[in-house]
């Protein structure tokens, strides 16, 4: 037996075993939603829950016993021994944004962080050595990401969207206002920070000119709606971010750790939801609240870079807002309580997603354990 083998036999009987998570950013999506099942399951006590973290970002979460583990860190003695216990005794990898490369039998399953309505052949594709990768329904079996292997497709929904079945967040409580309604915009990228350009040439539909940025947010301050506009973890953000409006607010991953709140919680407890070609349509039609979907540039998102998706079967349950007028329209319906597509979109919700029972992280849990013998 070589001395590499022996070691790691040694370090499996030694130390207990590890069960890696990761998502971008830290602490968030399906991932964070199944850390914290394990955690309730009392996991923490029988392995290590090992957070892969890519910047020195550790004192977010501190809950549970959470380790954090950086792979590049190896300086020290200290840091490379615990790496390598890390390293070498895991069990299962579970994953949403980052594919961590298996070395093992280990098991390891991508929760994926959204499901299509774009084209993502070439975008987006699972490694091979990925044992699993979950969908949000039976729905998106096909069309999850670009790999061909469809027999290690699961459809047991997305754990980060049992959110929507808990009690709301009081959003005028968590930001100190009083009787206004909130309505948060999720707009998918269009220029990513690393040069890619998808459809339009604006970075932001709408808001692109100080002029519509103005009048819409005259309307929205009529009306005391405010909205909240965080753009893409991945866009650049270079042309909007020195817009100072009072009622569009632009926030960043910060503003939920600063709130100590989730992004989903923070969805569920906004009035109404303004995306475009976003997964986050699916998600949030579990919230049955109004949806409008920004579609000022979609032909220009047809031709490239398509879709994988039926966009206008799909997306029949969110309002159409082509112009600045169609979205003061938005806003005044949002104020006076408005809902006039929710025949439609509570449709699409019943197909997009496995369940509504709000169980997925259970669900997706036990698939885990059952897979990787926990």
Same mark, same amino acid.
């Given at each position: 037996?070589?001395a590499k083998k022996?070691l790691?036999?040694l370090?499996?009987?030694?130390f207990?075993k590890?069960?890696?998570?990761?998502s971008i950013p830290?602490?968030?999506?399906?991932?964070?939603?199944?850390?914290q099942?394990?955690?309730?399951?009392?996991?923490a006590?029988k392995y290590?829950?090992i957070w892969?973290?890519?910047?020195?970002?550790?004192?977010?979460?501190k809950?549970?016993g959470?380790v954090?583990?950086?792979?590049?860190?190896?300086?020290?003695?200290?840091?490379?021994i615990r790496?390598?216990?890390?390293y070498?005794?895991?069990?299962?990898i579970?994953?949403?944004?980052?594919?961590?490369?298996?070395?093992r039998?280990?098991?390891?399953i991508n929760?994926?962080?959204?499901?299509?309505l774009k084209?993502?052949?070439?975008?987006?594709?699972?490694p091979?050595?990925?044992?699993?990768?979950v969908a949000?329904?039976d729905?998106?079996?096909?069309? @999850? #990401?670009?790999? /061909?292997y469809?027999?290690?497709?699961?459809?047991?929904g997305? %754990?980060?969207?049992? &959110?929507?079945?808990?009690?709301?967040?009081?959003?005028?409580?968590?930001?100190?206002t009083?009787?206004?309604k909130y309505?948060?915009?999720?707009?998918?990228?269009?220029k990513h920070?690393?040069?890619?350009?998808t459809?339009?040439?604006?970075?932001?539909?709408?808001?692109h000119?100080?002029?519509?940025?103005?009048?819409?947010?005259?309307v929205?301050?009529?009306?005391?709606?405010?909205?909240i506009l965080?753009?893409?973890?991945?866009q650049?953000?270079?042309?909007?971010?020195?817009?100072h409006?009072?009622n569009?607010?632009i926030?960043d991953?910060?503003f939920?750790?600063?709130?100590?709140i989730?992004?989903?919680?923070f969805?569920?407890?906004?009035?109404a939801?303004? @995306? #475009?070609?976003s /997964?986050?349509?699916?998600?949030?039609?579990?919230?049955?609240? %109004?949806?409008g979907? &920004?579609w000022?540039?979609?032909?220009?998102?047809?031709k490239s870079?398509?879709?994988?998706?039926?966009i206008?079967?799909?997306?029949?349950g969110?309002?159409?807002?082509?112009t600045c007028?169609d979205?003061?329209?938005?806003?005044q319906?949002?104020?006076?309580g408005?809902?006039?597509?929710?025949k439609e979109?509570?449709?699409?919700r019943?197909l997009?997603?496995y369940s509504?029972?709000?169980?997925?992280?259970e669900?997706v849990?036990?698939?885990?354990?059952?897979?990787?013998?926990?």
């Open positions: 037996m070589n022996y790691g036999l370090v499996g009987k030694c207990k590890s069960i890696i998570f990761e830290n602490y968030s999506d399906n991932t964070f939603a199944i850390y099942e394990f955690l309730k399951r009392g996991y006590k290590y829950l892969c973290i890519e910047d020195n970002d550790v004192a977010v979460y809950k549970g959470l954090h583990w950086n792979p590049s860190q190896r300086k020290t003695l200290t840091e490379k790496n390598y216990i890390y070498s005794n895991r069990v299962c579970i994953s949403c944004n980052r594919f961590i490369k298996k070395e039998d280990e098991l390891a929760l994926t962080h959204g499901s299509p084209n993502v052949k070439g975008f987006y594709r699972t091979d050595y990925y044992d699993y990768i949000q329904s729905a998106f079996i096909d069309k @999850t #990401d670009d790999s /061909s469809q027999k290690k497709k699961r459809a047991l997305f %754990p980060r969207n049992d &959110v929507f079945s808990k009690p709301r967040k009081d959003i005028n409580k968590l930001l100190s009083k009787d206004v309505i948060v915009w999720y707009p998918t990228y269009r920070k690393n040069g890619l350009q459809g339009s040439k604006n970075a932001l539909p709408i808001l000119n100080i002029e519509n940025a103005s009048i819409v947010n005259q929205a301050r009529e009306n005391d709606v405010i909205i965080k753009p893409h973890f991945a650049d953000v270079t042309e909007i971010k020195d817009l409006l009072s569009i607010r926030i991953d910060s939920f750790k600063e709130h100590s989730t992004s989903y919680e969805l569920h407890g906004c009035d939801l303004l @995306t #475009d070609y /997964s986050v349509y699916y998600d949030y039609t579990l919230s049955d609240h %109004p949806i979907a &920004v000022e540039d979609i032909e220009d998102f047809r870079p398509g879709f994988d998706m039926d206008d079967f799909w997306m029949k969110a309002e159409k807002i082509y007028q979205l003061c329209e938005f806003i319906r949002i104020a006076d408005k809902d006039i597509l929710a979109r509570r449709e699409i019943d997009a997603n509504t029972d709000g169980k997925n992280s669900r849990v036990d698939f885990i354990v059952k897979e990787a013998k926990l």
